[in-house]
């Protein structure tokens, strides 16, 4: 029986090393070809025959095809940072008084989100775009910020943890003599803070990687966003071209997003963990 098992769990091993190693792959083959010379990978080696920082060097100091890679990441940060914020301060707020207090037409306001949460996005590019012109918004920081605030996804996971909470806990402040804002800020908040940093992770890399809308609304390469000046940088024809400072910049434009999951990666697991919600 005991052989059994460890035979289940070696092969269970084996079958997640493999899968990891078919995931990560693309992503090591782009980090080491970035060092490499450009002829080692026309000539499609399979390891480099020598390493060098140029690629680097050259993502980071100088412009390609008129896209410059730091001031793409600059605009990217700006957007997640801004996003971030703003859809905590929108959906908390909205998120709670869905689920905590009662109104009239409470639940129909919540359907009619649920609703914009089932549409694809490709569906209203076009409104949006009008909006943005009129409000002379096109190709600027705010036009690619505030269609994506709030975040729908944001007040329907929030709201979800907010009505676990007993209601025990709020009728107990009450009878302490906390008012609502006491209790929203004090006790509903910090025990919502697995949820809120869910969202938070959510929302950077879906600020980050947003690829659609920034092209649509952005039509200068001073005002690319990371995806963006990728695509551009990729989509050149010309014989000359030098992939591994392609392979450089998508990886200058990938390290921000592994180091944040590197980094938070306690707090996604604790997010998704059933564990995580009021018992």
Known sequence: MFKSLSGRRTLR???????????????????????APNQDILRMEIFPTSFTLEHYNTVMTTTLRGVSIPTSLVNSTIIVVIQVLGVLIL?????????????FGRDIIFALILITMMMP????????YEIMANMSLVNTLPGILLPGLPRVIGIFLLRQFFREIPNELEDAARLDGAGDWQIFLRIMVPL???AIATLTVITVLYSWNNFLWPLVIIN?????????AMAYLDSGTNATQNYADL?????????????????????????????????
């Open 121 to 128: 996005g490709h569906i209203i590019l076009m409104s949006l």
């Open 91 to 103: 959906d908390i707020p909205a998120a709670y008084a869905l689920a905590r207090t009662n109104f």
């Open 13 to 35: 091993y084996v079958v997640l090393i493999v899968l990891s190693l078919i995931w990560i792959s693309p992503l090591l083959a782009i980090f080491i070809f970035s060092f």
């Open 220 to 228: 200068t390469p001073e005002m690319m966003t990371a995806p963006i």
């Open 247 to 279: 392979l450089a910049a998508a990886f200058v434009t990938t390290l921000p997003v592994i180091v944040f999951f590197f980094a938070a990666q306690g707090r996604i697991i604790q997010g998704i963990s059933p564990s995580s919600g009021i018992k």
């Open 192 to 194: 919502a803070n697995p």
